[in-house]
C-alpha cells in the first residue's frame, strides 16, 4: 500500500471539505444575484417611470456580478460543469489518464495559485493603484479578494483530486469524468 492509498479517507475528507466551500460561494452568488435583479428593478422604474437614471447602477451591477463570477468559478469546479472532453479515455484507457489527469490538474493547481496571487497581490494596492469603479468609487479590493479566494479554492479542490487521484492509482478514480 502506498503513501497515497494510506491517507486515501484524508484526501476524500479535503474534498468534502472544498466541496462546503464551494457551497457557500454558491450562497454568495445567489445573493449577490438578488442584489443584481433588485437594482435592475429599480433602475427600470427610475429610468421609465421616474425618468431618471441611477448614477451608481453600473458600478454596483459591474461588483454585484464579479461576485456572481466568483461563485460560479468556484462552485462550478466542485459540480464539474465546466467543459471537458474525455476522449483519451476511450481510446487510451485508464492507463494512460492517471498520467494525464496528474498533469492537467498539477498544472491547473498552478495556474489557479498563480491567478489567486495575482488577484490578491493587485487587489492589496487598493486606492492608491485607482482600483475603484468610475461613478461613486467603489473600491475593487474586496472583489479582487472575492475572485482570488475563489480561484484558491478551484486550486484546493484540485489538489485534493490529484491526492485522491493518486490514492486511488490502481482503483477507479472517483473524479474521472463518466463516459
Do not use: K
Not at 431618471?52 to 459540480?79: F, P, Q
Not at 481510446?91 to 496528474?102: P, Q
Not at 487587489?123 to 485607482?130: E, K, Q
Request: charged content about 15%; glycine content about 8%; overall charge negative.
Amino acid at each position: 500500500m502506498t503513501v497515497f492509498e494510506e491517507h486515501r479517507d484524508a484526501f476524500a475528507s479535503a474534498e468534502a471539505f472544498c466541496g462546503r466551500v464551494a457551497a457557500g460561494f454558491a450562497v454568495a452568488g445567489g445573493v449577490a444575484l438578488a442584489v443584481l435583479l433588485a437594482i435592475t428593478v429599480a433602475e427600470v422604474f427610475w429610468r421609465y417611470v421616474l425618468n431618471d437614471s441611477l448614477l451608481w447602477i453600473e458600478d454596483v451591477s459591474t461588483m454585484s456580478l464579479a461576485v456572481v463570477v466568483a461563485a460560479a468559478v468556484a462552485y462550478g469546479a466542485r459540480e464539474g460543469s465546466h467543459v471537458c472532453v474525455n476522449l483519451l479515455a476511450r481510446l487510451a484507457g485508464r492507463r494512460v489518464t492517471r498520467i494525464t489527469d496528474a498533469v492537467a490538474r498539477l498544472l491547473g493547481v498552478g495556474a489557479t495559485a498563480a491567478a489567486a496571487y495575482a488577484l490578491f497581490a493587485h487587489g492589496s494596492c487598493g486606492l492608491p493603484c485607482g482600483a475603484v469603479t468610475g461613478s461613486v468609487s467603489i473600491p475593487h479590493l474586496p472583489f479582487y479578494y472575492a475572485l482570488g479566494a475563489s480561484l484558491a479554492a478551484y486550486g484546493l479542490l484540485l489538489l485534493s483530486q490529484l491526492l485522491l487521484g493518486f490514492a486511488a492509482w490502481n482503483a477507479e478514480d472517483p473524479n474521472e469524468p463518466a463516459e
